[in-house]
């Protein structure tokens, strides 16, 4: 069985960071890849950062420049790193699992609960 666990989540003003963790509780293969999500109050989810199990990362354009995803070696804890913070970066944050390249294509096997984000102006 496995369990994501976010933390890291909180309310800051516009401009400043956060840095969003996620604990992987169980196994999860190497070939898995791992990836944040974010859902805001009425819109669908929408990926913002995975990370293949060959290290590869991808960002959704809006975050470009401005988040960094990462992972310990050991793959045990993920990691979002979130500087300059927008207004429009307020939402639920998820840590999610899926096998191989799937992340970047949404397709997820394992979801944790979310950790929330708000910014304000």
């Known amino acids: 069985q496995v369990q994501l666990v976010e933390s890291g989540g909180g309310s800051v003003q516009a401009g400043g960071s956060l840095r969003l963790s996620c604990a992987v509780f169980?196994?999860?293969?190497?070939?898995?890849?791992m990836g944040w999500f974010r859902q805001a109050p009425g819109k669908e989810r929408e990926r913002v950062a995975t990370?293949?199990?060959?290290?590869?990362?991808d960002y959704a354009d809006s975050v470009k420049g401005r988040f960094t995803i990462s992972q310990d070696n050991a793959k045990i804890t993920l990691y979002l790193q979130m500087n300059s913070l927008k207004p429009e970066d307020t939402a639920m944050y998820y840590c999610?699992?899926?096998?191989?390249?799937?992340?970047?294509?949404?397709?997820?096997?394992?979801w944790g609960k979310g950790t929330l984000v708000s910014i304000s102006s």
């Open positions: 999610a699992a899926g096998y191989g390249f799937n992340c970047r294509r949404n397709v997820i096997n394992y």
């Open positions: 169980g196994y999860i293969p190497s070939d898995y890849c």
């Open positions: 990370i293949d199990s060959d290290g590869s990362i």
